[in-house]
């Protein structure tokens, strides 16, 4: 198995990495071939090289001449190698160990009796203050959740660790940290105890994967301990809880107060990525000791390709935190705007993409023939003469096939001194596009969108003026500098921009849906604001992670389903200080059924990569609300037994249920199981047209889907109703049974039937509807996302 080749981890230029996904892709191949040398026995490989591998382990199966598991690992271990160390041994996400083997030792190891499996390790990457006003969570929603038991309420995130001399984590007004509390807040380099306090009460890193693969931490580049020296974790763990801060801003912009969204819970930070990525040996142990150390939420921004639930060490690592009671929430994937290209789908965790919030950072870029265009940066520094300056298209001033990208070293400086350069987006970083063209001694940079962004713009703090114009503009500018003889340009910039509409419109970066592993289990489940999102930041970089950035700030802007995250893992902090008897499946139910998919105007969420309205597939339930969910009504809740009959209908074997869950469980043969009947708070419904499902016949296909509602507020009566997302599509016949459901009391439990009837549709076709169960008072909407393959 090839290594992995070593790039750095990408931060506001994180969303540049998905088009197209191709460290997913190249993990999942990887993952492929060595599971298929593992477990197929057909190849006997004679190499030497050692890569790190994840063993569960049959504990409660252990040989009875061993009375500590530890040392029959160890005996287990030393019987295919001698030198072979355990990396880490694990207790929660799995029973078992991980360690380094050649090929052949794995082979060997995985023959032997006990052993359940050996799992390659596979390469994660990491997929940012308006948002709470953005949200609804103004002054008064604040005071009345703050009421809960918020600052019970302990979110753990796993990331690239933290800076702890943030104001967003100043401990003033929090009461003693949770009884519950059992981890730690480690020692290492740049870190010590004392770096905690009572809002961030839990610091660890988890490196021996990482120095395994990659060798020993590098101290002048990285500190081996959690201290965040990338900026990526301190981002994502203020979103989720950073206290507030009045006066925040980026170099002036998005100033404000910067919070959190949960301003009173208690942050924990797992440093399981480093400079070269983040390892899933890692990322387990991270998680193992989440469960350990008592977190109620997890938070974690990354993500690798998808792969079956048996063989995700990620997967089987969050169904373990789920089964203990926590909340994971997971960014869905920067891998928008195509179709299928979510990671994070299993269903017993909150899959978030992201949407825009109403606030901008306009740039005005005026060309020599009077034409005006609108773009975003967060350009601070001298600002060019305001005279119209000569402007020139990088293709045009490049010898380089890749040059109209501006990558590095690939402008003419003879073509460019003095000039503004229009750089294609796509590639390489969009800062580093500047930096390109400044070194070459352009003046400015105006970085086009094409088709792949339409007029999706992330603002930037470039080093020189710069500006990010969307598809349409950037066409015109480049037919006029084409044609012009003497084209010029001149730029200038707007500072921070308030109420701009309509918002949110879904980011083009952003993961979508089918769910091409579970077809049956709509993904995303929902979106928050993840474009040009301040929050806090690193000491140790420039907000533009670059290394010829020397400036420092406590607080950037950067874009991603990184971002949208940790806003619903707060958000999830905000419900469970409220509610704390409730479920992690009861509040994903309660965030997604009030998820709004509409503006006041009553017209439906746009996305920002074709201008169109956006589906289920983009946005899942849709926007979170979280005063809304708060109050939702009813659930749809669901049990570690719901997923394992989750897994019967998947036809998993009870070795395969073992490996997944560490539960002995086997399917009964009398029981039918369906996908379709995991209670979810969605639909997706696929019709299979050639094998004569969705009508191929003539006749309409027919499938039932079944649920049952959990009453979480008064008694009440709810009637359900049914609309099609384009009023004039009314192809799927939709019948709910009953129609009427009655609820006396609190927790009790209502079950119903949905059946979908459809005529034949061509493959490839899509259609939407939502289903809404309400009381007058109450909405409990589902979305239903209808395709024909
Ligand atoms: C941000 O700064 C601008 C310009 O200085 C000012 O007009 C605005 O009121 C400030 N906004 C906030 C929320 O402080
Ligand atoms: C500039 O680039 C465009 C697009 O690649 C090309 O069509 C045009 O011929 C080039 N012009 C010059 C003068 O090289
Ligand atoms: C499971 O097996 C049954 C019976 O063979 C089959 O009808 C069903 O499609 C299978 N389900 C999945 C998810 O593969
Ligand atoms: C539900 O339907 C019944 C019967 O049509 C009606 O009397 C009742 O007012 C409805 N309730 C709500 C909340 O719409």
């Not at 020139?392 to 990208?405: F, R």
């Not at 074709?610 to 109050?631: C, N, R, S």
Request: proline content about 6%; aromatic content about 8%; glycine content about 10%.
């Amino acid at each position: 198995m090839k290594r992995m080749p070593k790039t750095k981890l990408a931060k506001t230029q994180m969303v540049e990495q998905h088009h197209g996904d191709k460290m997913n892709m190249l993990i999942f191949g990887c993952f492929q071939i060595a599971l298929l040398l593992l477990f197929s026995g057909r190849y006997t490989i004679a190499e030497n090289t050692k890569s790190t591998y994840i063993i569960h382990m049959d504990k409660f199966n252990m040989p009875t001449s061993f009375n500590n598991h530890l040392h029959w690992y160890d005996s287990s271990l030393k019987s295919v190698s001698d030198s072979a160390e355990m990396l880490y041994t694990y207790k929660h996400v799995a029973h078992g160990f991980s360690t380094r083997l050649t090929t052949s030792e794995a082979e060997l190891l995985a023959k032997q009796p006990g052993v359940l499996s050996v799992i390659p390790e596979v390469r994660y990457e990491l997929h940012t203050t308006r948002t709470p006003e953005f949200l609804g969570l103004g002054k008064t929603a604040t005071l009345s959740l703050a009421s809960g038991k918020q600052s019970e309420v302990i979110v753990g995130v796993l990331d690239t660790g933290v800076w702890p001399e943030l104001k967003s984590f100043d401990d003033t007004g929090l009461g003693p940290v949770p009884s519950s509390w059992k981890g730690e807040c480690e020692t290492g380099k740049n870190f010590k105890p004392s770096n905690c306090n009572k809002k961030l009460i839990g610091a660890r890193f988890l490196a021996k994967g990482y120095e395994a693969a990659f060798g020993p931490i590098d101290e002048k580049t990285e500190s081996k301990s959690p201290r965040d020296d990338d900026g990526h974790g301190s981002h994502t763990s203020t979103t989720a809880a950073g206290s507030a801060v009045a006066g925040a801003s980026l170099f002036g912009f998005a100033n404000g107060t910067a919070r959190g969204m949960a301003t009173q819970a208690r942050v924990a930070t797992y440093k399981v990525c480093w400079l070269g990525g983040c390892f899933t040996s890692d990322i387990a142990a991270g998680i193992d000791k989440a469960i350990q150390d008592g977190v109620n939420i997890l938070s974690m921004s990354i993500g690798g390709g998808l792969m079956d639930y048996y063989k995700d060490t990620v997967g089987i690592g969050t169904f373990a935190a789920m089964a203990h009671g926590i909340l994971v929430s997971n960014s869905a994937g920067n891998g928008g705007p195509s179709q299928a290209t979510l990671s994070n789908v299993a269903p017993w965790i909150t899959t978030v993409g992201a949407g825009t919030i109403d606030r901008d950072f306009p740039a005005y870029i005026t060309l020599g023939n009077g034409k005006r265009y609108t773009g975003v940066s967060l350009y601070k520094g001298k600002l060019p003469p305001n005279s119209p300056l000569p402007i020139v298209y990088a293709g045009n001033a490049s010898d380089d096939s890749e040059g109209n990208l501006c990558t590095k070293g690939s402008l003419i400086p003879k073509k460019v001194t003095g000039k503004f350069v229009i750089c294609d987006r796509g590639g390489n970083p969009r800062v580093e596009k500047g930096v390109v063209v400044k070194s070459a001694g352009g003046i400015g940079m105006i970085l086009a969108n094409s088709e792949d962004y339409g007029e999706e713009l992330v603002a930037d703090s470039y080093l020189l003026p710069a500006a990010a114009l969307g598809q349409k503009a950037s066409n015109e500018l480049k037919k006029y500098v084409l044609s012009a003889p003497n084209p010029t340009a001149k730029i200038a910039f707007g500072g921070t921009q308030l109420g701009v509409q309509p918002s949110p419109v879904v980011a083009a970066f952003s993961s979508r849906g089918p769910n091409l592993l579970t077809p049956k289990i709509l993904k995303p489940d929902l979106i928050a604001p993840g474009v040009n999102i301040l929050a806090g930041w690193t000491g140790a970089v420039g907000p533009t992670g670059l290394t010829v950035d020397t400036r420092h700030v406590a607080f950037n802007i950067i874009s991603g389903t990184s971002m949208s995250c940790p806003h619903v893992s707060g958000l999830a902090a905000l419900l469970k200080g409220a509610h704390p008897e409730w479920s992690p499946a009861a509040i994903r139910s309660a965030l997604m059924t009030t998820a709004y998919r509409t503006y006041k105007t009553g017209q439906t969420i746009k996305d920002i990569a074709t201008g169109l309205q956006a589906t289920p597939f983009d946005y899942g339930a849709g926007h979170v609300d979280p005063v809304a969910a708060l109050d939702p009504g009813l659930v749809y809740d669901a049990t570690v037994d719901d997923y394992l009959n989750f897994f019967c209908a998947l036809n998993y074997t009870s070795f395969q249920i073992k490996l997944t869950t560490k539960r002995e469980f086997t399917c009964s043969k009398r029981k039918v199981y369906r996908v379709e009947d995991l209670n979810y708070p969605s639909f997706a419904v696929p019709f299979d047209t050639a094998s004569g499902l969705g009508g191929g016949s003539g006749r309409p296909a027919t499938v039932q889907y079944k649920r049952i509602l959990t009453n979480m507020g008064t008694p009440g009566t709810y009637n359900v109703s049914v609309s099609s997302q384009s009023p004039s599509d009314v192809s799927v016949q939709i019948v709910v049974q009953p129609q009427t459901l009655s609820f006396r009391e609190l927790y009790e439990k209502k079950g119903y039937t949905v059946t979908f009837s459809s005529p034949s549709k061509p493959s490839g076709t899509t259609s939407f509807a939502y289903l809404e169960w309400s009381d007058g008072k109450h909405k409990v909407t589902s979305p239903i996302a209808f395709s024909w393959t």
